[in-house]
């Protein structure tokens, strides 16, 4: 839906005749083509009738004209057939890119009446109006816009063809021949991106020429070891473009992950990281999503790529870091955290790591964890112990690269290979030789070479660059490895047998070591485990990539992105779909390209290569960041994602309905529609006060509206236009009753005005009516039944609605100034007109100022402003869902899919979905409901219509929207 349509920027108001004898009084406007008249600016004195008839003195002048009265007022007379008289109103103010001259209605320089309409003022800024550049009809081809009178092209774009005609045809940023500047092509197996040309996935420019491309064709991923951006096949050797490259290594000379311990051509790409994850030549620039998530005790943290982070679950002593102590079943941002990279969630505590190489910690310090160098931080805590409720930075401690939480301390590994630690000390847990506790940080001693770090309550281990582990604090299990099945060690000792670890993982009396070949091999006594003081091969594990543990069960992250988990699972911990422990690994149901695994105490979480966070199992401390949440969940959910969605619009904001009732709104708030009680911006989903039962909701420029169970409508907002049916014009941002409407089945929010579909297939509409959109003459804020039957659907638009009767045929009124009413004229009606050339429609749906139509064999057809008469949609078959938007129009097909157009020439398939069942186009951006209930989108984001917080202004990526 547009803002206002061009030609409706200047709205002239023309008084009824009065009533002098053989005048009619109701002022009809039928000599004016149809024009419409409005409220009477004025009447009494200026308002007379006239063609010489008893009581109408002389007429102004002959037929429709304007006479001046001042340079800023002037009256305009009409025609009056009913009565043949003259109706005269005096309007003050004169029409933009008017002037009021020598007793007539011109233009200003610059400015031209292009639609033949002057009371509607000069609305062709010559200089700009890209449909009318220097002279009427002179439209600039697509990508270009009007400068100064003469066609420009957009930036990014040119005219590469030379013909301005048809526009600027070339994206300089995209085109492989023309790429950066016309004429400069891309060779064979490179595309271009960003004006640069870069090798297509699999390919590599190995001999740095240019000319002819990326000819080298790249071979599949290993591991990079040794940290170089190289395949290496030993740890040792270090393979580039000019290497014999043995079958089943990297043949490139870089890691296209940037940061990642992997070479992996061909993943998924990550969203919103600005880096190249898949090899494909692309920077993902996306909208910020989770890079880091990390599960403790009861409660769990996730860090974005842009450097913020949120924190949901158990709030005691303030260790969610938002500033409060209140639980929160939903993610909350971390306060005064913008440059994470990193989290670990403690027990009682949580600590950041920064970009600076520093770390900031919130939550319990009654032990000195958080490593401030004192315990006083707050007396608001809980259990009178102290704490802090916001993060803050642990003084003098620099160069960290890695942290890990136990239970109440906290170890930090520096970029020259030591490693320190602070908090409590049972068992000497913080290595340096003592059991005292410290608030401060303290190195281990003789740990200078360290590359991992790994916590649990009584014990901490390291990983060495030579692949060897070292271990200190409690053995009571013989989880330090040393051979030894008591006691304790307040210093590192040796795990025997272990020479090539990449990574360890600690339980509450076990560890295990991930080695180079993918085996884990571990000690000490878990369930899984016969108690062992040496490290032995856990059976059933193969090529894994990094190992988490719990109190009661555990998980794998394995090379491929899936994820093994074992242990206890009454709750749904393993994330198999069942509450059946085992004691052998299982694979989590429906988790592929996953990046980090964490596991807390019942519950799971990991972080998938497109940037959600997914978390299953016990949820009785809402620890898996849902609301409402259930007890438990067998089954991995997106965190923070608008679940259990059952349908969703997209206007200026954006609304969903949830499967409870609930209605959800985020974006543009500045007259209330979003419905929450108040009237600021949110880009995160808010909740619509005091709406509990909806079954369908519409969201359009300034206002709201949903249907209900019981059959009634409310709306919120702003009344501008009778909107919300009222008549005020005022604000309301709660939800208010639509008297006298009920025994709805169905609602359409158009721009303007609104239309329902009633029991006995009668509609009814309110609002805005200045080109008999609502389907009766005049206007009324009360809603009007409209004359007509048997309609199986209906929407609402821009300036028109439409419906389908039960015939299947589709028929359209209100404004047809650019043929969205589909029967070949530009003539308004307020009376249903018949769409030419559609039969067979299912469902309908009305836009700006175009329509589409759904029809029985699942094929689109389309009509107005972009297409002229109805014409079938090439490419879009089994369609279920269609929507269309200010400029848009997008249809859901039976395959889940999604397909979105502007014109017939320019079909896209939306990348990147999951399985939709519903769809939505808007003012500038799209949404779509998702098999499992979520809601994604994308498009224009600068004002949070797409629901993944402000960053960023525009994704094309279908984004995971954010729950409240």
Aim: include cysteine; proline fraction near 5%; aromatic fraction near 6%.
């Amino acid at each position: 839906m547009r803002l206002l349509l061009p030609r409706l920027v200047w709205l002239l108001a023309v008084s009824a005749c009065l009533g002098a004898g053989g005048c009619d009084q109701k002022g009809s406007n039928e000599g004016d083509g149809g024009r419409p008249s409005g409220d009477a600016v004025e009447t009494g004195a200026d308002a007379s009738n006239a063609d010489g008839a008893s009581g109408c003195p002389e007429p102004c002048v002959a037929g429709d004209a304007l006479e001046c009265i001042s340079a800023t007022e002037y009256r305009k007379c009409e025609w009056d057939n009913s009565a043949r008289c003259y109706n005269r109103a005096r309007v003050t103010g004169v029409p933009p890119g008017t002037s009021c001259v020598a007793g007539s209605l011109q233009c200003v320089e610059g400015f031209a009446d292009c639609d033949g309409y002057i009371w509607g003022g000069c609305e062709a800024d010559l200089a700009k109006d890209s449909k009318n550049c220097g002279s009427c009809g002179h439209s600039c081809g697509p990508n270009s816009a009007c400068f100064d009178r003469i066609c420009t092209c957009n930036g990014g774009f040119h005219d590469c063809d030379g013909l301005l005609e048809n526009g600027c045809e070339t994206a300089l940023a995209a085109d492989p021949l023309n790429c950066g500047a016309c004429g400069v092509a891309c060779g064979d197996h490179a595309g271009c991106d960003g004006s640069t040309c870069l090798c297509d996935p699999g390919f590599g420019n190995c001999d740095d020429d240019d000319a002819n491309g990326c000819e080298t064709a790249l071979g599949t991923a290993f591991f990079d070891f040794d940290g170089d951006g190289f395949g290496d096949p030993d740890n040792s050797t270090s393979l580039g473009c000019d290497a014999q490259i043995p079958d089943g290594y990297v043949l490139d000379n870089r890691d296209c992950d940037d940061d990642d311990e992997y070479i992996h051509p061909g993943a998924v790409q990550r969203c919103g990281n600005g880096k190249d994850d898949n090899c494909d030549g692309q920077r993902d620039l996306g909208r910020p999503c989770a890079a880091w998530v990390s599960a403790g005790k009861d409660h769990a943290c996730r860090v974005h790529t842009d450097g913020t982070a949120a924190c949901w679950g158990t709030n005691r002593n303030g260790k969610l870091g938002n500033g409060k102590l209140e639980d929160s079943g939903m993610p909350l941002p971390v306060h005064d955290i913008a440059d994470a990279t990193a989290v670990a969630a403690g027990a009682t505590h949580t600590c950041f790591l920064l970009k600076s190489t520093r770390v900031a910690c919130t939550g319990d310090n009654s032990q000195g964890q958080l490593g401030l160098g004192t315990l006083e931080v707050s007396d608001e805590c809980d259990l009178g112990k102290t704490c802090a409720l916001v993060p803050v930075e642990a003084p003098g401690l620099s160069g960290v690269v890695s942290i890990a939480t136990g239970v109440s301390h906290t170890c930090a590994l520096k970029d020259n290979g030591t490693v320190h630690c602070w908090g409590e000390n049972p068992s000497g847990v913080l290595g340096d030789g003592t059991h005292d506790p410290s608030a401060s940080p303290l190195e281990v001693p003789g740990i200078t070479d360290a590359i991992a770090v790994s916590t649990s309550a009584s014990h901490t281990c390291v990983v060495l660059s030579d692949g060897t582990i070292r271990c200190w604090g409690s053995n009571s299990s013989g989880q330090l490895g040393d051979g030894a099945a008591t006691g304790e060690s307040k210093v590192p000792v040796k795990v025997t047998g272990i020479d090539s670890a990449v990574a360890v993982a600690l339980g509450s009396y076990h560890s295990c070591a991930v080695l180079r070949d993918g085996t884990v091999w571990c000690w000490g006594q878990a369930p899984f485990l016969n108690q062992s003081s040496v490290p032995v091969e856990f059976p059933g594990l193969a090529n894994v990539r990094g190992l988490s543990f719990g109190p009661i069960h555990s998980c794998a992250l394995n090379m491929d992105g899936t994820v093994s988990c074992w242990g206890d699972n009454e709750f749904g911990a393993l994330g198999d779909g069942t509450q059946i422990s085992r004691d052998d690994p299982a694979p989590v149901k429906d988790i592929v390209d996953a990046t980090l695994v964490s596991v807390g105490d019942g519950f799971s979480c990991a972080v998938i290569a497109d940037g959600r966070a997914m978390c299953w199992g016990d949820n009785q401390k809402e620890q898996l960041g849902w609301s409402p949440q259930p007890d438990y969940e067998s089954f991995p959910q997106p965190v923070k994602s608008l679940s259990g969605a059952t349908q969703v619009s997209a206007g200026y904001h954006t609304c969903a309905v949830r499967s409870d009732g609930g209605v959800f709104c985020w974006g543009e708030n500045f007259d209330g529609q979003l419905g929450n009680g108040g009237m600021t911006p949110s880009a995160e989903p808010v909740q619509v006060v005091g709406i509990d039962n909806a079954i369908a909701v519409g969201a359009s420029y300034i206002h709201s509206c949903a249907l209900q169970s019981d059959g009634g409508v409310r709306c919120w907002g702003r009344d501008y236009y009778c909107r919300l049916g009222m008549g005020t014009g005022g604000w309301y941002p709660e939800p208010m009753p639509v008297e006298s409407v009920s025994g709805v089945v169905k609602l359409s929010v158009g721009y303007d005005h609104n239309c329902t579909l009633h029991e006995d297939a009668s509609v009814t509409c309110w609002g805005g009516n200045l080109f008999g959109q609502l389907g009766v003459e005049g206007h009324d804020c009360t809603p009007v039944k409209l004359p007509i039957a048997d309609v199986q659907d209906i929407s609402a638009g821009g300036m028109f609605t439409c419906a389908i009767l039960k015939d299947r045929t589709v028929r359209c009124w209100g404004d047809n100034y650019r043929g969205q009413l589909g029967d070949s004229t530009t003539n308004n009606s307020a009376l249903p007109v018949t769409v030419l050339d559609v039969e067979g429609a299912t469902a309908i749906a009305a836009g700006s100022s175009s329509a589409c139509a759904l029809l029985s064999d699942k094929r689109v057809k389309c009509w107005g402003e972009l297409y002229g008469t109805a014409v079938l949609i090439p490419k879009v078959v089994g369609a279920i869902s269609l929507s269309v938007g200010m400029e848009d129009a997008c249809a859901a097909t039976e395959n889940g899919a999604v397909f979105c157009w502007f014109t017939t020439s320019n079909i896209r398939d939306t990348p990147g979905m999951w399985w939709v069942t519903q769809v939505s186009s808007g003012a500038g951006h799209q949404c779509a409901v998702v098999r499992t209930g979520g809601v994604v989108c994308w498009g224009d984001n600068r004002f949070g219509a797409l629901g993944v917080g402000t960053c960023p202004e525009f994704s094309t990526v279908p984004g995971t929207t954010y729950s409240i």
